[in-house]
């Protein structure tokens, strides 16, 4: 049984949720937990050495192995995160669910539980709004949506950091400054261990 964590990331928050949700997933016996990231653009990979933070992320991701059709076809349980990008998924992570048009006629991903988080620039960035559109595609792919129930610690709150139904999250900062903190990381390990479980009861 294999969960597959893909995630997209340039300043390292979605990163380091990525790293929390595979604990999860890991935390449930009988599950194999597979990283990978998704592939960066050319141009934007050209540009990394000229920024300084962004050259620290990606000495830290560069060797977990690029997202395959293959690796999405053998999943039996996928975990896909993003930063927000105007509330929507990163254009990276749209290319990766573009290219999958010939598992979807194959009807692949059909039933294998999905779930999603995200890192927005402020609270009110649009946490929600990338979870819930992200779930467009793999509804249309077919596969089952598990997000964050409100009993999971730490779930119901009112301060500005992450934490949504619709899937874990991070406030990153305007300057990506800030960091995730400790209630992001359990609802992102929550996640990975519900999507793992999930997918042992459906497909094991
Ligand atoms: C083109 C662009 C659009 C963005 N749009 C939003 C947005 O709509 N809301 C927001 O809060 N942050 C926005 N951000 C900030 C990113 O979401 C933030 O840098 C990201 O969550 C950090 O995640 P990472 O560290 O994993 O790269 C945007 C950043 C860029 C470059």
């Known amino acids: 049984m294999k969960i597959l964590v893909v995630y997209y990331s340039r300043y390292g928050h979605v990163l380091q949720l990525a790293h929390s949700v ?10 194999e937990a597979v990283l990978r990231r998704v ?5 934007i990979e050209r540009d990394i050495p000229k920024h300084e933070h962004a050259l620290a992320v990606w000495n830290r991701q560069k060797e977990i192995p690029v ?10 349980g996928i975990i896909f995160g993003t930063p927000t990008r105007y509330g929507n998924m990163t254009a990276q992570m749209k290319r990766l669910f573009d290219s999958t048009v010939e598992l979807w006629l ?12 995200t890192s927005t620039a402020s609270t009110h960035g649009g946490q929600e ?13 077919g596969m089952i949506i598990v997000g964050v129930p409100y009993s999971t610690p730490g779930m119901l709150h009112y301060e500005g950091r992450g934490g ?6 991070t406030v990153a900062g305007v300057k990506n400054e800030l ?10 390990q929550a996640l990975g261990r519900r999507v793992a479980q999930v997918t ?4 094991g």
Request: hydrophobic fraction near 40%; charged fraction near 25%.
């Open 179 to 188: 960091q995730p903190v400790p209630e992001d990381l359990a609802i992102a």
């Open 22 to 31: 595979l604990e999860g997933v890991k935390s449930v016996a009988g599950v």
């Open 39 to 43: 592939q960066e653009f050319e141009d």
């Open 67 to 76: 997202c395959t059709l293959n690796d999405l076809k053998e999943a039996d």
């Open 106 to 117: 194959q009807g692949a991903f059909e039933g294998k539980p999905a779930g999603v988080f």
């Open 164 to 169: 949504t139904p619709y899937g874990a999250s």
């Open 200 to 203: 042992k009861k459906l497909r």
């Open 129 to 141: 709004t990338t979870c819930f559109t992200m779930m467009a595609p793999l509804l249309h792919l």
